[in-house]
């Protein structure tokens, strides 16, 4: 065995051992990670006082809840967790709800009011986004691809949790207000929605704007994906909830870049094949929110987008224009004029045809 | 009207009706706000709109294309039942927006079934026009229907332990479109209509098994192109006399076939509250064939007469992908996470061309060639990535992360082309590219007072894959700062900045060597402010600047001599825009805004010679809107509104030639509406 190989060999052996130690580790702990799984962990049936109890107190909150899909998993008949409505986020309110009752009888009487124990309920006040969303993602992080990296995702890693998006308790719609026919605009954020199904806060794009606030300018620029006029969301490309992929991005048929689920006759494959649309991706030529560029290039010339590539660069990779292609004649200036399926082609190696 | 669309139309109408009928048959027994066991959310909206176009019509298509006609605004009908569901469905919510004048339209419905489905389709039509003279010599022009639509069913939605998933998703492109056939050292416009057709199937399944959560996907998808290229008359190619070549005849079938499996498995656990573990593996083998036939004739460069001119070709490619990717977070402590995320990408291009040409000649004298050709294209790709990131909360509102990224790509393209004619040693070209990248990444999120101010920070400085542009790997320093300041409960601020360099550190091999890289510097600077005082005002504003500043070194030919010089790039991008809601009465609400786009592109630059490429899309782009909204009724409000489009290029030093090309307009789109409300109002 040379060297090299028991270099090899040592450094596999110890990654081996540590991975081993860390996973005994890991199946011998018992954590709990979030403050409501605590409770939920030491409570007993008698511990939960069910929906109605809670109404009593928080009748907005509980009227808000009830027209969501949370409130309605308590008619499912498969068994979870969520048949436990607000207990199951706040915990077992038993020892709330009497301590409360407690309070409310002294002051009713005009006795001294015992001080607000808030041990007795899981609260979210004071929490991290990633705190909170532990919560959420005990039930959301499961089943499916759409929430299983989140805990990767650049949401999570830049403390945006799941109640920054979405109000777990339902979003009460406000009036009905004019705005733009064309484009969709703060004011008209929030309406009936599909985004309204899942309980987002506002609708999309208008919710990813309020951060994102730039890619507004680039959604009104004159070629535009149709994102503020309502016919595409962020997250037709977009993973909101996190991915493999970088900015979040999904894929289309399994491997592919999101543009080509409609761009599909950008697909390929082409026998002569651009190289950089699947080696590079679309966005190596393209601006994808918006450009005043035709078809959203990234340059307003065409030339200069492609001899920014296709120069001499001592003999690697793209290859150089020919002699002929003379640029003060305005035919060379216009390279897509004669290599029209610049995408890919089947038939012929310059894209001709 | 577009017959296509108008059972999707009537639909929606129809469920207005079947709530107005309600209504109608005793108001006193039934709610308003209910059919049988649901109630009734509803706004709908239907319009006609007027376009008036001073100006570059062509411009104005390729930006808007809003047609006079009806359409729909933005309207939604959602039926829900109460605790005890409906009989086929718990709720059902139909939007639509657009048709018909619109050149977009969407129509999204959703279903669902407590434990027994949850349906969701969604459906849109984009009327594309293109046609521009910044490109292609302005003989490029798309006027495509493009149909996209997406069908979406989940069997017991509720299950934890097993569910099933069912997709259709479907793509349909029509319509008229002129290309460009090269011939003889000439362009020749063509007509080429457009009819693609892509179905994508896919079935699968999510299920808990113990500890595991697992997915399967399994999916296919079909490709059909039947493109056409001809000419309807003897043509003459962009050169005119300069060049003899001419078509009197033309036509192209070329049609192609695809077809796409694919299958995912997904496995996801989260051991112990404290390990986080996902991995997932794709395969996709995606192939295409086309049949190519080609006949021409006309006069070749030479002056020679083509009698008739042949192409027969046959062409497949193969593209074999699989993904597997691996990603862990250790949840170490509350404050502690640690991620490591890995993947790998492994794909091959295969593709042949097999193609035969005979060209009969008739003048000077007859002639018959006869070529044929064979080429092979294969890429091979293969990239390794691996992220290792820190997460640490200092505290509830203070948090930072710290990641390295390490990538290694490896990249082989192999070309071979084999005539006949010369059956001389056949050696393939292979090109050979490999690097590796990495890149160090840092951020930090904080709440410097509670429940008034959040800063997000992102950093990122390292190497970007780069294997064609140039020899060496791009560096390249990312950095986001955003601010968030919640004033008030009724006024937000954002504040944000985000600056990208990307550098290219490529040099000659002269001595001494000189600059051969590539720079790109951005910019973007972004404010704007919410404020919304009471339940009748509400105003948004906020302005972006975006510059865009590049330069590379190019080689290329001007008059047939090798130069060596510059291109540079820029953009300077002011947007401003306000939006402004007054309820002003009970009755009456408005609505205004106004957007404003001013580039100055490349401002006063002047190349210095024809060494340097100067580029920019210096444009001043305008657009107010004005909307009045008066309810006539409680459930009908009638409106009235006014949109303008002021559309100006600003290029300067425009001489004659170019002057004729510029592409300004300015549009008018007076519209009035009336909007029915059905169950409360929104």
Redesign the interface.
């Known amino acids: 065995m040379t060297n090299a190989h028991r270099f090899k060999s040592t450094v596999v052996g110890l990654w081996a051992m540590g991975a081993l130690v860390?996973?005994i580790v890991?199946?011998t702990?018992?954590?709990?990670?979030t403050a409501n799984?605590a409770a939920a962990q030491s409570a007993t049936p008698g511990d939960y006082v069910g929906n109605e109890a809670c109404k009593t107190c928080h009748e907005v909150e509980f009227n808000r809840f009830s027209?969501t899909p949370h409130a309605?998993?308590a008619?499912?008949?498969?068994?979870?967790d969520m048949k436990r409505g607000c207990e199951n986020c706040h915990g077992p309110g038993q020892a709330h709800v009497l301590s409360e009752s407690k309070r409310k009888e002294a002051m009713d009487l005009g006795q001294t009011v015992p001080d607000y124990d808030g041990s007795l309920i899981v609260s979210f006040k004071?929490?991290?986004p990633?705190?909170i969303s532990e919560t959420c993602?005990k039930c959301h992080?499961?089943?499916?691809?759409e929430h299983?990296?989140y805990?990767?995702g650049d949401h999570w890693?830049?403390?945006v949790g799941c109640v920054d998006c979405h109000e777990a308790h339902g979003m009460p719609?406000?009036?009905?207000?004019?705005?733009?026919?064309?484009?969709i605009?703060?004011?008209?954020a929030?309406?009936?929605?599909?985004d309204s199904?899942v309980m987002l806060k506002a609708t999309e794009p208008i919710l990813c704007i309020?951060?994102h606030?730039?890619v507004?300018?680039?959604f009104?620029?004159?070629?535009r994906h149709?994102v503020l006029?309502?016919?595409?969301v962020c997250s037709d490309c977009h993973n909101p909830h996190g991915g493999?992929e970088q900015k979040q991005m999904r894929?289309s048929?399994?491997?592919?870049q999101a543009c080509v689920?409609?761009h599909?006759?950008k697909?390929?494959?082409?026998?002569?094949?651009h190289?950089?649309l699947?080696?590079?991706g679309c966005a190596a030529c393209h601006t994808p929110h918006g450009s005043?560029?035709?078809?959203m290039l990234r340059?307003?010339?065409?030339?200069?987008l492609c001899?920014?590539?296709h120069?001499?660069?001592?003999g690697?990779?793209?290859p150089?224009?020919?002699?002929?292609?003379?640029?003060?004649s305005?035919?060379y200036r216009?390279c897509?004029?004669?290599h029209?399926m610049i995408h890919g082609s089947?038939?012929?190696?310059l894209y001709?045809? | 009207m577009g017959k296509k669309y108008l059972p999707v139309i009537l639909v929606v109408l129809g469920l207005g009706t079947v709530a107005m009928d309600v209504r109608a048959q005793d108001p006193s027994d039934i709610s308003p706000d209910t059919i049988g066991p649901y109630s009734v959310?509803?706004?709908i909206e239907v319009g006609v709109r007027g376009v008036k176009v001073e100006g570059d019509i062509d411009k104005y298509r390729?930006?808007l294309n809003?047609q006079p006609g009806f359409q729909f605004?933005?309207s939604?009908f959602?039926l829900?039942a109460g605790?005890?569901?409906g009989p086929l469905f718990?709720?059902l919510?139909v939007?639509v927006?657009?048709w018909d004048s619109d050149p977009?339209?969407?129509l999204?419905v959703?279903m669902d079934k407590?434990?027994v489905y949850r349906f969701?389709t969604t459906v849109?039509r984009?009327n594309y026009y293109?046609s521009?003279n910044?490109?292609?010599?302005g003989?490029?022009v798309d006027e495509t229907v493009?149909t996209?639509g997406d069908v979406n069913l989940v069997l017991m939605p509720?299950?934890?332990?097993f569910?099933i998933n069912l997709d259709y998703?479907f793509?349909r492109?029509d319509g008229p479109t002129l290309?460009?056939?090269?011939f003889s050292r000439d362009?020749f416009p063509v007509f080429a209509p457009s009819r693609?057709r892509?179905d994508?199937f896919s079935a699968g399944f999510?299920?808990?098994l113990g500890w595991l959560?697992l997915?399967f996907l399994q999916?296919y998808?079909t490709?059909k192109?039947d493109a056409e290229?001809f000419i309807t008359q003897p043509q003459a190619g962009?050169?005119g006399p300069i060049v003899l070549s001419f078509l009197n005849t033309f036509n192209?079938d070329?049609p192609?076939r695809?077809h796409?499996n694919?299958?995912?498995v997904?496995a996801?656990a989260?051991?112990?509250?404290?390990?986080?573990i996902?991995g997932?593996v794709?395969?996709?083998n995606?192939?295409?064939?086309?049949t190519?036939f080609?006949s021409l004739s006309g006069g070749d460069f030479t002056g020679a007469l083509i009698g008739l001119n042949q192409i027969a070709?046959f062409?497949?490619?193969?593209?074999p992908?699989w993904?597997a990717?691996l990603?862990i977070?250790?949840?170490a402590t509350?404050s502690l996470?640690i991620?490591n995320?890995f993947?790998y990408n492994r794909?091959e291009?295969n593709?042949?061309?097999d193609?035969v040409i005979q060209t009969i000649k008739t003048a000077p004298a007859a002639s018959f060639t006869e070529l044929e050709e064979f080429?092979s294209?294969m890429?091979r790709?293969r990239q390794f990535s691996n992220t290792l990131?820190l997460?640490y909360?200092f505290h509830?509102?203070v948090?930072a992360?710290v990641g390295y990224r390490y990538t290694d790509r490896s990249?082989d393209?192999e070309?071979l082309?084999f005539d006949p004619a010369d059956p001389g040693e056949i050696e393939p070209e292979i090109?050979t590219?490999d690097n590796r990248t990495n890149t160090f990444i840092f951020?930090l999120?904080a709440k410097p007072i509670k429940n008034f101010w959040t800063v997000?920070f992102?950093f990122e400085r390292g190497e970007a894959?780069n294997?064609?542009?140039?020899?060496a790997n791009y560096d390249y320093t990312n950095a986001r700062i955003?601010n968030?300041i919640y004033a008030t409960d009724e006024l937000?601020f954002?504040l944000?900045a985000?600056f990208r360099n990307n550098d290219n550190p490529?040099r000659?091999?002269d001595v001494p060597s000189v600059d051969?890289g590539?720079s790109t510097e951005s910019r973007?600077f972004?404010?704007?402010a919410?404020w919304?005082p009471n339940?009748k005002v509400?105003l948004?504003t906020?302005y972006?600047y975006?510059r865009i500043t590049s330069d590379?070194?190019?080689?290329?030919?001007?008059?047939?001599q090798?130069k060596q010089g510059v291109?540079e790039?820029y953009?300077r991008?002011q947007?401003a825009?306000i939006?402004v809601?007054a309820?002003v009465h009970d009755r009456v609400?408005?609505?205004g805004?106004m957007?404003f786009?001013n580039?100055s592109?490349a401002g006063d630059r002047v190349p210095p010679g024809?060494e340097t490429?100067i580029?920019?899309?210096p444009?001043r782009?305008v657009?107010p809107?004005v909307?009045?909204?008066i309810r006539l009724h409680d459930r009908i409000?009638f409106?009235a509104?006014y949109?303008y489009y002021d559309?100006e290029e600003r290029f300067k030093n425009l001489g004659v030639v170019e002057s004729a090309r510029v592409q300004d307009y300015n549009a008018h789109l007076p519209?009035a509406s009336l909007r029915f409300?059905f169950g409360r109002?929104?």
């Open positions: 860390f996973f890991v199946l702990a018992s954590t709990a990670r799984e027209g309605h998993m008619e499912s008949k498969y068994d979870s004071n929490k991290g990633k705190t993602l992080a499961g089943m499916g691809e299983g990296n805990r990767r890693r830049n403390d719609l406000p009036k009905d207000r004019t705005g733009s026919q064309t484009l605009e703060t004011a008209t929030h309406k009936i929605d599909s199904r309020t951060c606030s730039e507004r300018s680039q009104t620029m004159p070629h149709k006029e309502g016919d595409m493999f894929l048929t399994g491997v592919d689920k409609c599909s006759d697909q390929g494959p082409f026998t002569f094949e190289a950089p699947k080696l590079e005043s560029n035709p078809k340059r307003s010339n065409v030339t200069q001899l920014e590539c120069t001499e660069t001592q690697i990779g793209a150089n224009t020919p002699s002929f292609h003379n640029l003060a305005p035919k216009n897509t004029t004669c029209v089947m038939s012929h190696p001709f045809r | 959310t509803s706004s390729s930006d809003y605004m933005d939604s959602l829900e605790k005890d569901g718990d709720s919510l939007k927006t657009g977009n339209g969407y999204r959703s407590l434990d969701d849109r984009f293109n521009l910044t490109i292609a010599l003989q490029h493009n996209i509720q299950n934890p332990k569910k998703a793509n492109k290309s460009t056939y090269d362009e693609s892509s994508t999510d299920a808990k959560d997915s999916g998808r490709f192109d290229f962009n050169s192209r070329a192609q695809g796409v694919f299958s995912r997904n996801h989260f051991l112990n509250n404290m390990v986080d996902t997932r794709i395969y996709s995606a192939k295409s064939e086309s190519l080609e070709a062409s497949e490619s193969e593209r992908t993904f990717d990603g977070s250790v949840l509350e996470t991620s995320t993947r794909f291009i593709g042949t061309n193609e080429f294209r890429t790709y990131e997460d909360m509830p509102r948090s992360h990249n393209l070309s082309e090109e590219f951020g999120r997000y992102d894959d294997v064609f542009t140039r020899a955003r968030i937000t954002n944000s985000t490529t000659t091999d051969f590539t973007m972004s404010a704007s919410d919304v339940s509400a948004s906020g972006t975006s590379s070194v190019v080689v290329f030919f001007f008059n047939f090798k291109s790039f953009s991008d947007f825009y939006n809601n309820q609400g408005l609505f805004s957007r786009h580039d592109g024809p490429l580029a920019g899309y444009y782009y657009t809107e909307r009045l909204s409000d409106i509104g949109q559309f519209y409300y109002r929104e």
